[in-house]
């Protein structure tokens, strides 16, 4: 082998050591046969019909030398049939990995537990209660209603809070798959029919029907990951205050299969800056602790009170934080009476009639 031949395999040598590792992933025949396609035809156009300029091959080392400006080098040295070489290997290379078997791929990194250890630990409480804790099912033609007591803010935009007198509001939730009717909320001594104005609006995050939370994965980090992922643009609260208010909504003004729940309070362990109360109470007085989250953005303060002895929520707690260090401010407060199936809009559950107003 001539002197020449032996420095230019050297460096191709070395161009192939600088790349990067190739990841192991197989390629079906479409594909490979794309790519073979596409790197003749760079070769062809750019290495054949280049004329060949023999330069003398320094020796230099190279350690000190950072890889990119190494490999930069190496492209100006190698003449056009070892290049072309080095590329049909690296074609050949990519096919010899397409048609080895495959290696499991390794499955994505669990996220980290990064609620206050507190509230993980009551969460993991409730995860456990839930599995043991049946619930009815949901049929797409019913509707779940809940009975809450509600105290609400009646201040003036931009004024003070000044909190009003607990009243009783019903609701009933649509469970179609999609809908412009999306149900009902009796308040007030009066019947205010819910529409999506005209647009037809899917089962979601933001409306969690029964069979959409049957279909959720039974994975704490997918969960998390499935519901941020709907977050529309321009929503007003971070990813996580997102995630932590859907999955709050869903276990309180919802009926979650029995093998969700506990994946959703693990899912909660998973956002940052959830944190635990250990004594509030909901908007009847019922005792219990808090689950909350401060927005980073709003600086509202979404809280479930439970009990410790059932996943289900009493009810919620809404704050506003407190400006120059003085106390967050609540600003609502609500408490579950009663939730259930109910076979139309306006009839409770067990009723056969409407309901009366």
Known sequence: MHTTDRAHDQLVRELLELAPPPDPQPLDDQSRARLESELLSVIHQHVIHQPVIHEPVIHEPAIHRPARARARDLLGRVGPAALVAACLAAVVGVGALALQPSTPAQGPTALPVRAEPDAVRAL???????????????????????????????????????????????????????????????????????????YVAPAGPERPTYRWL????????????????????????????YAF???????????????????LFQALTKIPGVEHTPDVQDAVGRRGFGISRTDEFSGVTAMWVFRPSSPVPLGTRWYLSGRGGSPAVLFGATAVLERGVADAIGVRPGDRGPAAT
């Open 214 to 241: 049957s279909s959720l994965p039974a994975d704490p980090d997918a969960l998390i990951k499935e519901i941020a992922s709907q977050q529309h643009l321009g929503s007003p609260v971070s990813s996580d205050q």
């Open 124 to 198: 993991d409480g409730l995860t456990s209660i839930a599995l043991g804790t049946a619930t009815p099912t949901v049929a797409e033609d019913q509707f779940v209603y809940v009975r809450s007591t509600v105290i609400s803010n009646e201040g003036t935009l931009g004024g003070a809070v000044t909190l009003g007198e607990p009243h009783e509001r019903e609701i009933w939730l649509s469970q179609a798959g999609s809908t412009d009717e999306l149900g009902l909320i009796r308040e007030d001594g009066q019947d205010w029919p819910v529409t999506s104005g005209g």
């Open 245 to 263: 208010e859907r999955i709050g909504d869903m276990i309180s003004e919802g009926l979650v299969p029995p093998d969700l729940s506990g994946h």
